[in-house]
């Protein structure tokens, strides 16, 4: 009997002690240092990079981006005006500024932030509407050009989830939304997915008190919706 | 026990009816549209949904239209020929928002001197 105590005990403890070592997510406050030192207001939304072959995946993201971001409290430099005003300046081409300095974006828009999006993959799976999506955003700021945060998602969506007792009419169903699955809410679900931990904009009310709140994902992750 | 759930139940039923933070309408599939098409088509459809954004501010919990629908709904206004509505919704974009008031600015003096440079090439 005394043996078999001692072993639970032991167990016990060696339960105890490896939940004590397992990490805890690490916070908004230490993994966006950037955000809460400098409290960034306005993004410039820079036109997605796409290196798929789906030539309409960048219209996808350009046109889904601003409302993620402005939800968490951001001030978005409205899409058409800053496709414009780039253009005018002979700047519409994202992939020249991904390393290069950012100076004249501070000139020009007065923005806080640049966010380079980049499309690594949208491909088609099958007739079923099943997509995988990889997207990274990269945000640098505008004075120093430094990266001050980075993120990878690689997304799996299924058109339609939907069970049915009959396979002919699951395949059936599967294959019809599959055709008409519309794109745009996917793409911003990918944004959200993406911003849903930045910490909160100074238009959000809970700005400059989410620090202590923990991070969801990691620099790269993987999400199926 | 009764009370505690019944709190908790309300308490649920409240944040489900939490009002977002702004409304937003048809917003994201007229932007879409409008990148893809680039027609007058889709230019009207835009202009349509930016206006019910306006309109419709108040059922968003700041009860003003999101960052930058002001200002790209006037840039289109002003393209139409409509400059005294759009100028009035770059306005209303610079005092929401006044971080967008230097870029508006700059806008607005790239669009006028575009104009100087076509009036001068054709004398």
């Known amino acids: 009997m005394r043996h078999i105590k001692f072993i639970f005990t032991l167990m016990a403890s060696a339960i105890l002690l490896a939940s004590c070592n397992m990490q805890k997510p690490a916070t908004r406050g230490e993994t966006f240092e950037h955000f809460y030192a400098e409290k960034p207001l306005s993004i410039l939304v820079m036109p997605p990079v796409n290196q798929t072959t789906n030539v309409e995946a960048k219209e996808y993201f350009y046109a889904t981006m601003h409302r993620p971001l402005a939800n968490k409290g951001y001030y978005t430099i409205p899409p058409f005006i800053a496709a414009e005003i780039l253009q005018m300046e002979g700047a519409y081409d994202t992939e020249i500024f991904m390393e290069q300095s950012l100076e004249a974006f501070g000139t020009v828009f007065q923005a806080d932030l640049v966010l380079f999006p980049i499309i690594h993959k949208w491909k088609k799976i099958g007739a079923l509407g099943e997509i995988l999506i990889d997207l990274q955003f990269i945000f640098r700021d505008v004075n120093t050009g430094e990266t001050v945060f980075s993120r990878y998602g690689e997304f799996r969506y299924q058109a339609n989830t939907a069970q049915s007792g009959n396979i002919f009419v699951w395949l059936f169903s599967n294959v019809v939304s599959a055709a008409i699955t519309d794109y745009v809410p996917v793409s911003r679900q990918c944004v959200e997915y993406l911003v849903s931990d930045l910490p909160y904009g100074k238009y959000h009310l809970e700005f400059a008190k989410d620090a202590n709140l923990r991070v969801l994902y990691g620099e790269q992750f993987r999400m199926n919706f | ?123």
């Open chain 2, 1 to 123: 026990m009764r009370k505690i759930t019944g709190i908790l139940i309300l308490t649920a039923l409240m944040s489900s009816c939490a009002k977002p933070m702004y409304y937003w309408g048809k917003y994201d599939d007229a932007v879409y549209s409008h990148q893809k098409n680039l027609d007058d088509r889709s230019a009207k459809r835009l202009i349509a949904a930016y206006a019910d954004v306006v309109n419709n501010a108040k059922k968003g919990q700041r009860g003003v239209p999101p960052p930058g629908v002001y200002a790209d709904y006037g840039f289109f206004l002003i393209q139409q020929g409509r400059e005294k509505q759009g100028e009035r919704m770059l306005e209303l974009e610079m005092q929401t928002y006044p971080e967008s008031a230097f870029f508006i600015q700059q806008l607005l003096k790239m669009m006028s001197d575009r104009v100087e440079d076509g009036k001068k090439a054709s004398r």
